[in-house]
Nanobody, 122 residues
């Protein structure tokens, strides 16, 4: 079992930045890939970014490419999502997830955090 806790969300103006954190506990010795997903009210969950256990490979949704950066510090069991040039359409609950597959699909992940709210005002 792996427990994931997100933090760092909040209210920011368009064009601003936030850094989300995903702290893992439990069986952190396993080599999990981490994915970030988001869900806005009335919309389906969508993929944002993912990173392999080593951190050597990352992938992003087209909508955030060039603005968001995913990284990880395995010594701290933490994955980060740096979000720059935020837009109102980035408003959503952001959740991190852990799994053995490096994938952009949510069914590839086994463990999920509760999420953190990001609100971008225009």
């Amino acid at each position: 079992q792996v427990q994931l806790v997100e933090s760092g969300g909040g209210l920011v103006q368009a064009g601003g930045s936030l850094r989300l954190s995903c702290a893992a506990s439990g069986r952190t010795g396993d080599k999990y890939a981490i994915g970030w997903f988001r869900q806005a009210p009335g919309k389906e969950r969508e993929f944002v970014a993912a990173i392999t256990w080593s951190g050597g490979t990352t992938t992003y949704a087209d909508s955030v490419k060039g603005r968001f950066t995913i990284s990880r510090d395995n010594a701290k069991n933490t994955v980060y999502l740096r979000m720059n040039s935020l837009k109102p359409e980035d408003t959503a609950v952001y959740c991190c997830s852990a799994g053995f597959r490096f994938t952009a699909t949510s069914d590839g992940y086994d463990y999920w955090g509760q999420g953190t709210q990001v609100t971008v005002s225009s």
